[in-house]
């Protein structure tokens, strides 16, 4: 497969980043206590070895991948607000020897937000429609995962999940109308 040659600096970005991902979360895997995390990390492992798998294959195949990316579903469940939160508080460890699970849980949290980040960008930044297709596949993967991984965060009370003020909702609501055709093209007619 030919790639422009902002598109394999794009993907060389992305393979650093990826073997970063499953270095830590092998690291994770071996310092976290909570059954729940362990399940979680470990199950999105396999998708990240996928990925990384995949990524290889575009970097040095003529054909690319012939793979398609397992993306996790999206559990459609919402974590409610807390009524009255009892976030613990933190304050970053400036010398330590391993990590507790609510480290572990929020560096994962943020590797997956980075990586979607940088699947996303690189997206916009592709040509190659199978190497597009597969970089917004690795994007749902991320922001999926990220969403279990902050579900249990919050369910935690390591996340702070709070309601949104009614006033700025109902401010929201007086400035932002919907349009009223269903089909607006039809205006122009």
Same mark, same amino acid.
């Given at each position: 497969?030919?790639l422009?040659?902002?598109e394999? =600096?794009e993907l060389?970005?992305?393979?650093?980043?990826?073997?970063?991902?499953?270095? #830590?979360?092998a $690291?994770? /895997?071996?310092q976290?206590q909570?059954?729940?995390? &362990?399940?979680?990390?470990?199950?999105?492992?396999? !998708?990240?070895?996928?990925?990384?798998?995949m990524?290889?294959?575009?970097a040095?195949?003529m054909?690319?991948?012939?793979? &398609? =990316?397992? !993306?996790?579903? /999206?559990?459609?469940t919402a =974590? $409610?607000?807390?009524?009255a939160p009892?976030?613990?508080?933190?304050?970053?460890?400036?010398?330590l020897a391993?990590?507790d699970? &609510?480290?572990?849980?929020?560096?994962?949290?943020?590797?997956?937000?980075r990586a979607?980040r940088?699947?996303? *960008?690189?997206?916009? @930044?592709?040509?190659?429609?199978?190497? &597009?297709?597969?970089?917004e596949?690795?994007f749902?993967?991320?922001? %999926?995962?990220? %969403? @279990? !991984? *902050? #579900?249990?965060?919050?369910?935690k009370?390591w996340?702070?999940?709070s309601a949104a003020? #009614?006033n =700025? $909702?109902?401010?929201?609501?007086q400035?932002?109308?919907e349009?009223?055709h269903?089909q607006?093209m039809s205006?122009?007619?």
């Amino acid at each position: 497969m030919n790639l422009g040659t902002h598109e394999a =600096l794009e993907l060389n970005e992305l393979l650093m980043s990826c073997t970063n991902s499953i270095q #830590s979360m092998a $690291l994770f /895997l071996n310092q976290v206590q909570d059954a729940e995390l &362990r399940e979680i990390i470990s199950r999105q492992y396999q !998708v990240h070895i996928q990925d990384y798998n995949m990524k290889v294959e575009f970097a040095t195949k003529m054909t690319g991948s012939t793979e &398609r =990316l397992e !993306v996790p579903g /999206l559990s459609m469940t919402a =974590l $409610l607000p807390v009524a009255a939160p009892p976030y613990p508080s933190i304050e970053p460890k400036v010398k330590l020897a391993e990590l507790d699970d &609510r480290a572990i849980a929020t560096s994962y949290l943020l590797t997956l937000k980075r990586a979607g980040r940088e699947y996303a *960008w690189a997206a916009f @930044e592709c040509g190659t429609p199978q190497l &597009r297709a597969f970089l917004e596949d690795a994007f749902r993967m991320c922001s %999926h995962q990220a %969403h @279990e !991984v *902050w #579900s249990y965060m919050g369910r935690k009370g390591w996340y702070p999940i709070s309601a949104a003020p #009614s006033n =700025l $909702l109902q401010t929201m609501g007086q400035i932002y109308r919907e349009v009223p055709h269903h089909q607006p093209m039809s205006v122009y007619q």
